[in-house]
């Protein structure tokens, strides 16, 4: 499985939100690039999407949680440089810069809270618990990561944020540091590069963070439904 960051400076390997209530676009803005995030479709709203930028450079997805708290991934902030994010659009080149003040890591899971310096006004990710996710069942993943296989993932980094459904296979398996993890099989899609970070849906609420995946059939979400008592001590929710 691999980490799905997909193109810092150094290049991680890997996977990446914002407020809006933008329309999808009625046709495929990457041309007649196919598949799509790998497979799945464009979304409609994601007011609570967050796509981060290292260094100026598109790198990860993530949700806002909280007025002024970003989840995403730790392995999206684990280098050194700037870290932004564009939030207000489901168009990753439109939205509203805000700038990271603040970022700490989970000490075992591939978790991250970044501290934003402005205070956001949209619909929160609302996050689940243990009983909003379960095995069989259809989970629906969000990112702007990659679209393609045949080539570097930096080349078709989708503009618009997708989705994907899948189905559930574990809820205590392992994300990239260890900690514990849904993992998924796919539907009609999987993530991919610039994809990690970004947020699993069930029932309705957010219940895992993109950390790994094989972009072919299999992905592995941090399992934030077992680490809510981490970030409610830090973003309060």
């Not at 991934?73 to 207000?88: E, K, P």
């Not at 950390?211 to 979400?221: E, G, H, N, P, V």
């Amino acid at each position: 499985m691999r980490v799905l960051t997909a193109i810092a400076g150094a290049f991680l390997a890997a996977l990446a939100l914002t407020p809006a209530a933008n329309a999808a676009p009625a046709s495929t803005p990457d041309g007649d690039l196919q598949p799509y995030i790998i497979g799945g479709g464009f979304a409609s709203s994601a007011p609570w999407a967050a796509r981060l930028f290292v260094n100026g450079r598109e790198n990860c997805s993530a949700t806002i949680i909280a007025p002024t708290w970003i989840l995403t991934a730790q392995h999206c902030v684990a280098s050194q440089g700037t870290y932004t994010f564009r939030v207000g659009s489901i168009d990753q080149t439109a939205g509203t810069l805000v700038n990271a003040t603040q970022i700490t890591t989970h000490p075992s899971a591939d978790l991250a809270l970044v501290r934003i310096n402005r205070s956001v006004s949209t619909t929160y990710s609302p996050l689940g618990t243990t009983t909003d996710v379960r095995v069989n069942q259809n989970v629906q993943l969000f990112g702007w990561g990659a679209t393609c296989t045949d080539r570097p993932e930096i080349q078709c980094q989708s503009r618009y944020l997708k989705y994907a459904n899948t189905t559930v296979t574990s809820v205590g398996c392992s994300d990239y540091r260890g900690g514990i993890a849904v993992c998924v099989r796919r539907g009609d899609g999987i993530a991919a590069g610039g994809d990690s970070g970004g947020p699993m849906f069930a029932s309705g609420r957010q219940v895992g963070v993109a950390s790994t995946s094989d972009r072919a059939t299999r992905s592995a979400y941090t399992n934030i439904t077992r680490y809510r008592p981490w970030i409610r001590s830090l973003a309060g929710v």
